[in-house]
């Protein structure tokens, strides 16, 4: 909407200015042709407010009116065309504050994938309702109108609407037989009574409607641990930028101090050329830093299902605290994922069964009530229908029998891949946990790492300032010094992935 004001403002800048250059044109022209017939007429109109304008020549005037003209035009066309820009690029300098927990819960409540597992909960539980047609009546209203002139459905229509009479056992009536009309208003009914294999495919419904609903709590757990990650990841990127931005600060300094030296003649102008490269590879990593924050926002707005273009900012990496870390050397039978497994083999077991059951009688009551009569609307005639059913299918060509070998067939390869499953996630928890081992003891080198190298760095500087040490070795310190600082932000991000993912290892579905 914007976009289009500013362009309508614009047209009508352009129309107006050329309309007030062609009218004033017009009126000098006037004056010029006026002057020498009538002095006080041509002071009158010169007394205008064009102050701005000189009285001049018509050509200088002209003149000055284009470059009026072009000038406006050009500031005018530059605020509309760069006014979406900046509104775009004010809108991606947004900021808001975001705590691991609200980042949780806004994913949770908004994210896509959450809202997709609980649709299919929703389609699992509606075919399940659907089953309910294995105890309810299933009813069927239908009206026909009928006409023939064939002689055993005439007979019949008269039958049907109990209005037969001597004269129509008339030969030549029952063989040459007139147009006769039928209107029927019938009402069915059938009811199951017994059918075992529609029981179990019930049953079966119902376990697949429970795995649905374990799949949407593991989607939540996965997507909690999803946020966390890209949570510590923003903090990792904060520090990154935090890391440079003192390196940066450290390479100003000694770029001055080497610049100053040098004007004095004493170092070589290599020593500044070294400085000068550290500041502008110090800076082009801090914009790919400060690029990486606005990445990590945009997709932790997407996990949160909300829209790109805002900067969140976080807590310390230090602070933050990813819950309690799991004792359990072992997997966890109970967890969402296995048991929503568990309930797709109980899922073909029980269709299994039902394929089974299929070899059985089935059972049903059905009944009808119908009116039969010659006129249209007409409820002349009421008979009803009812009646039980008892029907066995004997041999369907072998299909039933190779339904049951694949069913089977696919429960056991079900069943092998819970059992790889529950391996590979105990290798992957031992992993787990030698992992968080590794980040602990890495933290407390580091930690050591970073105060060895800041003094190393603080005892460079003395001595490069005495003239001892040349600049190579300061500028080499100060790296060592920001790669030890983010080797322990890495550190730290390491042990709280580790301990999110342990988490998610061990988790356990809420019966």
């Not at 949570?231 to 990154?240: G, K, N």
């Not at 049951?404 to 391996?423: G, H, M, P, Y």
């Not at 946990?433 to 050591?448: P, T, Y």
């Amino acid at each position: 909407m914007t976009w289009q004001i500013l362009f309508t403002a614009w047209v009508i800048m352009v129309f107006g200015l050329t309309i007030f250059d062609a009218g004033f044109i017009r009126l000098k022209r006037c004056i010029s042709d006026h002057c020498k017939i009538c002095p006080l007429l041509c002071f009158a109109l010169q007394m205008l407010p064009f102050k701005d304008l000189p009285t001049v020549s018509f050509v200088a005037n002209q003149r000055l009116m284009h470059r009026r003209h072009s000038f406006l035009l050009f500031a005018v066309t530059v605020a509309v065309f760069l006014n979406p820009l900046a509104l775009r690029v004010s809108a991606q300098d947004s900021t808001s504050h975001l705590s691991m927990s609200e980042a949780i819960q806004s994913a949770l409540n908004n994210n896509k994938s959450i809202q997709l597992a609980k649709m299919d909960e929703g389609i699992a539980g509606s075919q399940y309702r659907q089953t309910e047609a294995v105890f309810l009546p299933q009813i069927v209203f239908s009206y026909s109108a009928l006409s023939t002139n064939n002689p055993l459905y005439a007979f019949g229509f008269k039958l049907q609407e109990k209005s037969i009479t001597a004269n129509d056992f008339n030969p030549q009536l029952l063989n040459n037989p007139s147009t006769t009309p039928d209107f029927t208003t019938k009402l069915d009914i059938q009811q199951p009574l017994l059918n075992m294999d529609l029981l179990y495919k019930r049953k079966a419904a119902e376990k697949q409607t429970e795995l649905y609903q374990y799949k949407t709590e593991r989607t939540r757990e996965y997507l909690s641990f999803e946020v966390k990650k890209a949570y510590l990841q923003l903090l990792l990127a904060y520090e990154a930028v935090k890391v440079l931005k003192e390196a940066l600060k450290n390479a100003q300094s000694v770029y001055l101090f080497t610049e100053n030296h040098y004007k004095q003649g004493l170092i070589q102008k290599s020593d500044v050329l070294n400085a000068q490269v550290q500041e502008t590879m110090i800076e082009n990593s801090l914009a790919k830093a400060k690029s990486n924050i606005r990445n990590v926002s945009d997709y932790l707005g997407l996990l949160m299902g909300q829209k790109n273009g805002v900067i969140y900012t976080a807590d310390s990496l230090a602070q933050v605290e990813t819950g309690t870390v799991s004792q359990f050397t072992q997997i966890m039978t109970t967890r969402s994922d296995f048991l929503a497994m568990q309930k797709a083999i109980e899922f073909s077991d029980l269709m299994i069964r039902a394929n089974r059951m299929s070899y059985l009688p089935k059972l049903n009551a059905f009944g009808s009530y119908q009116f039969n009569d010659s006129h249209i609307l007409g409820f002349g005639a009421g008979t009803y229908l009812a009646g039980v059913q008892l029907s066995w299918d004997i041999f369907k060509g072998n299909t039933t029998k190779n339904a049951i070998v694949t069913q089977t067939l696919e429960r056991n390869k079900l069943s092998t891949e819970l059992a790889l499953q529950k391996d590979q996630s105990q290798l992957e928890l031992n992993k787990a946990f030698r992992d968080l081992a590794d980040a602990r003891f890495s933290i407390r080198q580091q930690e050591l790492a970073v105060e060895q190298a800041a003094e190393s760095l603080l005892i460079l500087q003395n001595r490069y300032q005495q003239g001892l040490v040349n600049t190579t070795e300061v500028l080499t310190a100060s790296t060592q010094l920001s790669q030890q600082k983010f080797a322990l932000a890495q550190a730290v991000f390491d042990t709280h992935v580790t301990e999110a993912y342990l988490e998610l290892l061990t988790a356990s579905a809420n019966h």
